[in-house]
């Protein structure tokens, strides 16, 4: 009984995709993890012989995305497909009703950034991240900061920067990375963490001002953009990253299939081309690699998450 069990898993996953695949992204359209996703999904689809669909389930810096996916069956046929906040917005919210370590299969870490990119309003008439401390620290209470969620990526490096320079700064929580930015593009807030692969195209129009990158190192995309080290903060670094998991228990065989195409689709030079015009570098990690350091950066999280407020005033 038990050959014949393991041997319908292998069938099954020889046999998958029979039908068509959904991909949850717990966050708007139009962000970071959205973005990434649709370059890499049609070659996956194509490769697969299958549609693949995303369904964006934004909410709660994508908490009910995260939490709908864990209550799904383990059949292959929904993943999920998100960023760093997978590890980072739990130790900032006591309502999370799951572990982000255990609660999931992990396929792959897909793809790391250079960083989050400083922007601000133009008007506001900062160019530098010295004058923009400077501002605060004249005005406090005064400057607002735009963030998709506690634990985002847009949120940890606003609050790292306020608690090393000893400033107050107001956060403004938003749905998404999309919302964030049409208000600050609107001028109602002043700054914004945002991914290099959504700041470049309104840094290049001038709608807003790029004061640095939060990376440990220039990304050649904005290469006159400094990091934040360089601007005089020693040790700062912020990085966002992007994987995909699948619901808890899923099959070794499903697991390798899948991540098997995330590293074809990675190879692909008008991915990796595309890759490189976000900010984006392809990883690709095998299921065990990618577990690792999945339980590193929750570990990390928690470090980070006990040293910010929980609710930043």
Not at 107 to 113: D, E, G, P, R
């Amino acid at each position: 009984m038990i050959c014949s069990i393991a041997n319908q898993g292998l069938v099954h996953a020889a046999d998958y995709p029979t039908k068509s695949i959904k991909v949850i992204v717990p966050s708007p359209p139009g962000g970071p993890p959205d973005l990434l996703f649709r370059v890499i999904g049609p070659k996956m689809a194509e490769a697969f012989g299958q549609p693949i669909v995303i369904e964006n389930r934004a909410g709660a810096g994508g908490l009910v995305g995260t939490a709908y996916l864990e209550q799904l069956p383990p059949d292959g046929y929904s993943w999920l497909f998100t960023t760093a906040s997978h590890v980072n917005i739990p130790p900032f919210n006591s309502n999370v009703t799951y572990d982000p370590v255990k609660d999931f299969t992990h396929v792959s870490l897909v793809a790391q950034n250079f960083g989050q990119v400083l922007v601000v309003r133009p008007d506001l008439g900062v160019t530098t991240v010295e004058q923009l401390i400077n501002m605060a620290k004249k005005n406090p209470g005064k400057l607002t900061y735009a963030h998709a969620g506690l634990g985002t990526v847009s949120h940890i490096p606003a609050e790292m920067m306020k608690h090393m320079t000893n400033t107050d700064i107001l956060p403004v929580p938003f749905k998404g990375v999309a919302e964030a930015m049409t208000d600050v593009l609107a001028g109602r807030i002043d700054m914004f963490f945002v991914g290099t692969q959504i700041a470049q195209q309104y840094v290049q129009t001038d709608k807003v001002v790029a004061l640095a990158i939060t990376g440990s190192k220039r990304w050649d995309g904005m290469p006159n953009v400094p990091t934040m080290q360089e601007s005089g903060l020693k040790g700062f670094e912020v990085v966002n990253w992007f994987g995909l998991w699948l619901p808890p228990k899923a099959s070794p065989e499903l697991v390798n299939r899948i991540q098997a195409q995330v590293v074809v689709a990675l190879s692909l030079p008008e991915v990796k081309q595309q890759f490189a015009q976000l900010g984006l570098e392809g990883v690709g990690s095998k299921p065990n690699d990618f577990a690792k350091y999945v339980a590193k950066e929750s570990l990390a999280a928690k470090l980070i998450a006990s040293k910010l407020p929980k609710d930043p005033k």
